[in-house]
């Protein structure tokens, strides 16, 4: 009785701990015409706005879409809180959300009988309206005094690994690097971000976003790209996430290149 009293105190203590280091998550929107997004931002320790930083964007999964600024911090955002990352790797991390009407990225889902989902991504194509306003908003953060423009990074899992592929190749003079978890694209979109050195990971066993995907773009990017990693993890599923964001390689690789 006494060591379930103590693992249910051991939880919840940790889930509040993890709850209160994610308030050091400051609250942000970017609001411009038509186009709104919310976001959390986290700046570096001792910021000082005279000096440069790199910024890395994170996109969420489809499963943390909403408008409550507070779900898309579930994956992902605890690694930029560790006291050796933000002593390593000092950068303002930003964590958009994107709506549930609307999408990161162009693609086509449908439902089988068996409720499998199939995904159809897009050769070329407008923006969605989430991925509209994404642009709008990595292109505002920028123009601020405080970013390195030669430091600039995107990553993203799932709907944001899909994401993060068309944000390369809308803004393809932007990223110094990237990484995409369990994501997916149009090989035929490669060409326009085959320069942009990438990280690509997936779960062998991914019954949501099948991992031929990440294969095929990969196997195409070791032909025509300047650098491509990919790393199969063959007993995850969907939430190879956990796995990439564990990765001691990941930040140390991804900060290590420059424009």
Not at 208 to 227: C, Q, W
Request: charge should be positive.
């Amino acid at each position: 009785m006494k060591k379930i009293v103590l693992s249910v105190f051991l939880f919840f203590s940790f889930t509040f701990l993890n709850a209160q280091d994610l308030k050091k998550y400051d609250y942000g929107s970017f609001i411009k015409r038509s186009d709104s997004i919310y976001y959390r931002i986290l700046f570096p320790e001792n910021f000082n706005p005279t000096q440069k930083y790199p910024i890395v964007f994170v996109l969420h999964g489809r499963g943390e879409s909403g408008k409550d600024n507070e779900k898309q911090l579930t994956h992902g955002a605890t690694l930029f809180l560790k006291d050796e990352v933000r002593q390593n790797f000092p950068a303002i991390v930003v964590f958009p959300q994107c709506a549930v009407e609307s999408y990161w990225a162009n693609v086509n889902i449908t439902t089988n009988t068996k409720g499998k989902r199939n995904f159809s991504f897009v050769e070329g194509g407008k923006p969605t309206k989430a991925m509209h306003a994404l642009q709008g908003m990595v292109k505002d953060f920028l123009k601020k005094p405080f970013v390195d423009k030669q430091q600039v990074y995107v990553g993203g899992l799932s709907m944001g690994g899909m994401g993060t592929y068309e944000l390369l190749r809308r803004q393809r003079k932007t990223f110094a690097a990237a990484f995409a978890i369990c994501g997916g694209d149009n090989t035929n979109n490669i060409k326009k971000y085959q320069t942009v050195p990438l990280w690509i990971f997936h779960g062998g066993k991914d019954d949501i976003v099948d991992p031929a995907f990440s294969m095929a773009i990969a196997e195409r990017l070791k032909t025509v790209g300047d650098e491509v990693k990919f790393t199969l993890y063959p007993n995850d599923n969907h939430n190879s996430w956990d796995s990439a964001f564990a990765e001691p390689g990941l930040l140390p690789w991804l900060f290590g290149h420059k424009r």
